[in-house]
């Protein structure tokens, strides 16, 4: 592709927005790291398999943030005006929303597994949030693999939902 070819987009409605993500993520973090090592000390009779559960859920948030870390700096600093670089999405980009499909899932399916336990195991109601829950990792599936097949910036930027007429 030419310099001649290139149609410039406007890069503030996609790497703004990731700039306060990854403040507001750094910043969630750190909350939810005060919050696990708040359970380990208070919670000392809690089954193993639920401190294993909580240690998962932290863990995948550190690694979330770091990806999100990875993908504004190699915008942000690495490739900072080249413009060639700025119109692809990289990995980081779709692993940042797999990672929070499934760091999301966790939180909803604890809940869920609440809701059983205290709604006296009203399965209609467990099966629909059950549901919600399953829905929500396949979209978030759909937009990482969407990703990591070719889409760029532009399309991003661009989307319509009248572009999804295909899946229905």
């Given at each position: ?10 890069i ?11 403040v507001l ?19 000392l ?11 998962f ?9 770091i ?8 915008y942000?600093v690495?490739?900072?005006g080249d413009r ?17 499909s ?26 629909i949030?059950?549901f ?10 759909w937009?990482s693999?969407?990703?990591l097949?070719g889409q760029?910036?532009?399309?991003f930027?661009?989307f ?7 899946f229905?």
């Amino acid at each position: 592709m030419t310099d001649i070819d290139f149609v410039p987009i406007n890069i503030q409605p996609l790497y703004g927005p990731a700039l306060v993500g990854l403040v507001l993520t750094a910043f969630l973090s750190g909350l939810v790291t005060l919050q696990t090592f708040f359970y380990y000390r208070h919670y000392l009779k809690d089954p193993m398999s639920l401190k294993f559960y909580v240690f998962f859920v932290w863990l995948l948030e550190i690694v979330h943030l770091i990806v999100v870390f990875l993908f504004v700096y190699y915008y942000t600093v690495l490739h900072w005006g080249d413009r060639r670089v700025i119109e692809h999405l990289t990995w980081s980009w779709s692993t940042q929303f797999l990672l929070n499909s499934f760091i999301t899932a966790l939180a909803q399916f604890f809940l869920i597994y609440r809701v059983y336990i205290l709604s006296r195991r009203n399965w209609p109601l467990v099966a629909i949030l059950t549901f919600l829950g399953i829905l929500q990792v396949a979209m978030g599936i759909w937009t990482s693999v969407d990703g990591l097949n070719g889409q760029t910036a532009r399309d991003f930027l661009n989307f319509k939902v009248s572009q999804c007429r295909d899946f229905y």
